[in-house]
T-cell receptor, first 116, second 114 residues
Framework: EAGVTQFPSHSVIEKGQTVTLRCDPISGHDNLYWYRRVMGKEIKFLLHFVKESKQDESGMPNNRFLAERTGGTYSTLKVQPAELEDSGVYFC??????????????FGEGSRLTVL | AQTVTQSQPEMSVQEAETVTLSCTYDTSESDYYLFWYKQPPSRQMILVIRQEAYKQQNATENRFSVNFQKAAKSFSLKISDSQLGDAAMYFCASSPEGAQKLVFGQGTRLTINP
């Protein structure tokens, strides 16, 4: 069974440009999450989808970030326009059961974003 | 809001020895779940062990076990008979019962010395 895949693995862009990160969850996982780790700090929650619906986007930093999950399958996270503080590693995860019910999250390897 | 603190940015241990990684958390919830995840270099983060707060018995998974002290809000991870493959970043995380998200600590980088 394929795991969670993320693309690209690393992206280097100039401030003001746009970047789109993609996540393909494990097939059959209704729950999809985006997290971000900035400069060696803690991993922070960005948002959570159940199928195609956003359930919680309380962690999204601002309106420069837009996440979608087309047809409840893959998800994209767009940053437009990118700022220096957006640099970090963006993790996608999927699960059958939410962590508040003891569910295990399955993570991708992350997409490292560097904004110059 | 829940917070999770890992006070050890880095730890090292000799192969075959035992090491304990510390984690404390703060919550006003009466029930919650606690997790340890590991991320090996250039690999995906995976679940190591999980604990339900209402269960007093400490969780164990082979060489990995936890010391869960609910009153002290402490959730340390013990790795016995450390192996080279245990080298990774270890993240402690919590989630209130019914919550949709994990709250992570800052991580501890574990090095295994041969």
């Amino acid at each position: 069974e394929a795991g969670v895949t993320q693309f690209p693995s690393h992206s280097v862009i100039e401030k003001g440009q746009t970047v789109t990160l993609r996540c393909d969850p494990i097939s059959g996982h209704d729950n999809l999450y985006w997290y971000r780790r900035v400069m060696g700090k803690e991993i922070k929650f960005l948002l959570h989808f159940v199928k195609e619906s956003k359930q919680d986007e309380s962690g999204m930093p601002n309106n420069r970030f837009l996440a979608e999950r087309t047809g409840g399958t893959y998800s994209t996270l767009k940053v437009q326009p990118a700022e220096l503080e957006d640099s970090g590693v963006y993790f996608c995860a999927s699960s059958q059961v939410q962590p508040g019910f003891g569910g295990e999250l399955f993570f991708g390897e992350g997409s490292r974003l560097t904004v110059l | 809001a829940q917070t999770v603190t890992q006070s050890q940015p880095e730890m090292s241990v000799q192969e075959a020895e035992t090491v304990t990684l510390s984690c404390t958390y703060d919550t006003s919830e009466s029930d919650y779940y606690l997790f340890w995840y590991k991320q090996p270099p250039s690999r995906q983060m995976i679940l190591v062990i999980r604990q339900e707060a209402y269960k007093q018995q400490n969780a164990t998974e082979n060489r990995f076990s936890v010391n869960f002290q609910k009153a002290a809000k402490s959730f340390s991870l013990k790795i016995s008979d450390s192996q080279l493959g245990d080298a990774a970043m270890y993240f402690c995380a919590s989630s209130p019962e019914g919550a949709q998200k994990l709250v992570f600590g800052q991580g501890t980088r574990l090095t295994i010395n041969p």
